[in-house]
Nanobody, 117 residues
């Protein structure tokens, strides 16, 4: 069984930065894509960003220019650098690993990000 363990969430004021990390418990050779979804209270889960094994990246329009996703294959870890945070970024952020952003094999338990105005 593969575990994805997120860290780096917390509370920050608007305009601040946070970096989320997601470490996989072992190498997952079948995984092509890792990334992050988020879910705000009362809203559906939405894709934030993803990165393929070939380092192609994809971002939601709402975070383009502010968030950067990266991965360290040697550490089985994916990162989400979040800058210029806004109150509307407040959500639980979930790491995932799968064939694509819609064919997901593994989920993390989530980490809460709270941005105050």
């Amino acid at each position: 069984q593969v575990q994805l363990v997120e860290s780096g969430g917390g509370s920050v004021q608007a305009g601040g930065s946070l970096r989320l990390s997601c470490a996989a418990s072992r190498i997952i050779f079948s995984i092509k894509t890792m990334g992050w979804y988020r879910q705000a209270p009362g809203k559906q889960r939405e894709l934030v960003a993803d990165i393929t094994s070939g380092d192609s990246t994809n971002y939601a329009d709402s975070v383009k220019g502010r968030f950067t996703i990266s991965r360290d294959n040697a550490k089985n870890t994916v990162y989400l650098q979040m800058n210029s945070l806004k109150p509307e970024d407040t959500a639980v952020y979930y790491c995932y690993a799968g064939a694509t952003s819609r064919v997901i094999a593994y989920w993390g338990k989530g980490t809460l990000v709270t941005v105050s105005s």
